[in-house]
Nanobody, 130 residues
Framework: QVQLVESGGGLVQAGDSLRLSCAASGRSVSIYYMAWYRQAPGKEREFVAA???????????DYADSVKDRFTISGENAKNTMYLQMNSLKPEDTAVYYC????????????????????WGKGTSVTVSS
């Protein structure tokens, strides 16, 4: 079993930055594909960013078009933690952000679909005011 706990959310103004963290426990997540998703009020949960196993050299990443060039996903083996650095935040980034692990994924493309997610965190709320 893997437990995921997100942190780092908050209320910020447009243009500000935040860094979300996803601390994993139970087992090392460095061999798994991981991702961030978000869900705005009244909307479906959507893909934000994914990262190939953080233990790999030259880790590959994937981003939704809406966050590309503003958000950066990364992982830190030693802390068993994944991050989402969010810059130039916009009001439309307002949502609850969830981290997730897919223990069987073999590609970043699979993470966009989220159907194979094995573990979810409970989310951290981000509110961006205009």
């Amino acid at each position: 079993q893997v437990q995921l706990v997100e942190s780092g959310g908050g209320l910020v103004q447009a243009g500000d930055s935040l860094r979300l963290s996803c601390a994993a426990s139970g087992r090392s997540v460095s061999i798994y594909y991981m991702a961030w998703y978000r869900q705005a009020p009244g909307k479906e949960r959507e893909f934000v960013a994914a990262v190939a196993p953080i233990s790999w050299i030259g880790t590959a990443r994937d981003y939704a078009d809406s966050v590309k060039d503003r958000f950066t996903i990364s992982g830190e083996n030693a802390k068993n933690t994944m991050y989402l650095q969010m810059n130039s935040l916009k009001p439309e980034d307002t949502a609850v952000y969830y981290c997730a692990v897919d223990a069987d994924a073999r590609s970043l493309a699979a993470m966009r679909l989220r159907y194979g997610i094995d573990y979810w965190g409970k989310g951290t709320s981000v509110t961006v005011s205009s």
